[in-house]
């Protein structure tokens, strides 16, 4: 290296040695401030009084409750004092403690067990993260002894789980 390249060599890391730190700091001043992490909210219905039945599987980390509310409620057109009506209304509440192997799963609802087909079953909803899911069972009216709960991977077409509650 002659006298006249090691000057320019000494320049050029000197140079180096003032801009680069200059540029990492001005290049943090650069970056946008981050606004506080908005979740997007996950409206769950409030649950029901009564917890009829429980089931729990602590291997993937879920238990299941059916809750139950009976209202009673005055039909149109009558006293105080006649009979009133009843209503029970069941609901579905899921509780994952860990996740799932599926990141969306699909629960059903049916009245037999052992089934791999999900086609006759009553869907749900789905679940996914950790977290706490509760479902209005609008369309059952009075459950019979035993239901069963089946989680079902829509992607790759299979059961992952099956409940009896």
Excluded: C
């Excluded at 970056?31 to 409030?46: A, F, R, S, V, Y």
């Excluded at 509440?93 to 990141?103: D, G, R, V, W």
């Excluded at 799963?105 to 999900?118: D, F, I, M, Q, R």
């Amino acid at each position: 290296m002659t006298p006249a390249l090691r000057k320019r060599h000494l320049h050029t890391w000197v140079l180096l040695a003032i801009v680069v730190p200059i540029g990492f700091y001005l290049a943090l001043l650069v970056i946008p401030k981050i606004p506080p992490g908005k979740t997007i909210p996950n409206p769950q219905p409030q649950p029901l009084e009564n917890r009829v039945r429980s089931a729990e599987n602590g291997s993937f980390g879920i238990t299941a409750n059916l809750r139950a509310q009976t209202q009673s409620m005055v039909r149109e057109g009558t006293d105080n004092g006649l009979p009133s009506m009843e209503d029970t209304f069941f609901q579905l509440e899921i509780l994952l403690t860990q996740p799932l192997l599926s990141p969306s799963t699909l629960v059903y609802l049916a009245l037999e067990p052992g089934s791999n087909s999900v086609e006759e079953k009553l869907l749900i909803g789905r679940i996914g993260s950790p977290g706490q899911y509760r479902f209005n069972l609008d369309q059952l009216s009075n459950p019979p002894e035993t239901l069963y709960l089946i989680f079902y991977d829509d992607y790759h077409k299979k059961v992952l789980l099956e409940i009896e509650l």
